[in-house]
């Protein structure tokens, strides 16, 4: 992956680049969702909500930078990377704190509809807002600055993407490996056995609900700054169906299996979409084809033929 951005221009694919770059941030958020629906077995419809509010926290934060008026009359716009980001990672938290404590009152099919209804209420919320683009969107003019680096530079993007997506996984790893995580599966296959021995069901899926929406927060916000560009298109429900495709592409409940999912999604919508604009149709039969072959998605399908060799 560092040799990534010299092979792309020593081959003439400098698109490589960009594309590799929409993986990682998609693997991050896609991953994010993985926490709760693999390891928590909670099916959440409205993870796009924090992604879009991670990329909308950026455009609104550099609007009122560029524009020098304060947001809510006190608090200053930005354009810096180190401010922008962690403030997307803590409104998303507030977000998925507020959503979840009142979803998680519910299962099954209804917590499905809530988190649904949600993600969609904030992005007819965010299209009426027409201060800051509407239904077009927010433009940002210019990606958030980092000290002694040119943002400009679309591979130096990439190596900040990738070292974030690597201190991103390293957390996960630490945290799905831990008791919490542990307590995690546990409910995924019995909650009453869980409570039984006096563990609050409740409030671990919360903790867990609320660490996932800030991955998704901080992929969201590393989007709006590689793409320069928030829409209201960020938070609707089809953003949360692509998440849950890669993340079942992957390997639902395994650590790295959303990011190869987002890797062969964003290959396989670059590629049939260069051959017919119905490459939704091809995706869905592929998709088809790896919840009942793979027994897993790709991760396990790779790792039964390597044990096979």
């Not at 991103?168 to 542990?182: D, E, H, K, Y």
């Amino acid at each position: 992956m560092i040799a990534l951005p010299l092979i792309a221009d020593a081959t003439g694919y400098s698109a490589l680049t960009s594309l590799a770059t929409r993986i990682l941030i998609y693997g991050i958020a896609a991953a994010s969702l993985n926490l709760v629906l693999g390891y928590g077995g909670l099916v959440s419809f409205g993870h796009a909500a924090f992604f879009g509010i991670g990329g909308y926290v950026v455009g609104i934060l550099y609007q009122h930078y560029s524009l020098e008026e304060p947001l809510f009359g006190f608090i200053p716009g930005t354009n810096q990377m180190l401010i922008t980001l962690p403030v997307a990672i803590l409104i998303s938290g507030l977000a998925a704190a507020a959503i979840g404590a009142l979803s998680l009152r519910t299962g099954g099919v209804q917590f499905i509809m809530i988190t649904l209804a949600f993600a969609q209420m904030l992005f007819f919320l965010f299209v009426s807002l027409k201060t800051y683009g509407g239904d077009d969107g927010l433009i940002i003019r210019r990606t958030n600055e980092l000290p002694g680096l040119n943002m400009r530079d679309k591979q130096t993007v990439y190596y900040v993407c990738l070292f974030i997506t690597a201190v991103f996984f390293a957390l996960l790893w630490r945290i799905v490996n831990s008791r919490f995580g542990n307590v995690l599966v546990g409910l995924r296959q019995s909650e009453k056995r869980m409570a039984a021995i006096g563990l609050p069901a409740y409030r671990y899926r919360l903790m867990a609900f609320i660490i996932s929406g800030m991955g998704c927060g901080l992929a969201g916000a590393l989007m709006a700054n590689f793409l320069r560009f928030a829409s209201p298109d960020m938070m609707h429900w089809t953003k949360s169906g692509e998440l849950m495709v890669m993340v079942i592409l992957g390997g639902v409940g395994t650590l790295f299996g959303p990011l190869i999912g987002a890797a062969v999604f964003i290959v396989l919508e670059t590629t049939l979409a260069a051959w017919t604009e119905n490459w939704q149709l091809a995706l869905g039969f592929i998709l088809l084809f790896v919840v009942l072959y793979t027994h897993g998605g790709v991760q396990a399908l790779v790792s039964r033929l390597m044990g096979k060799r």
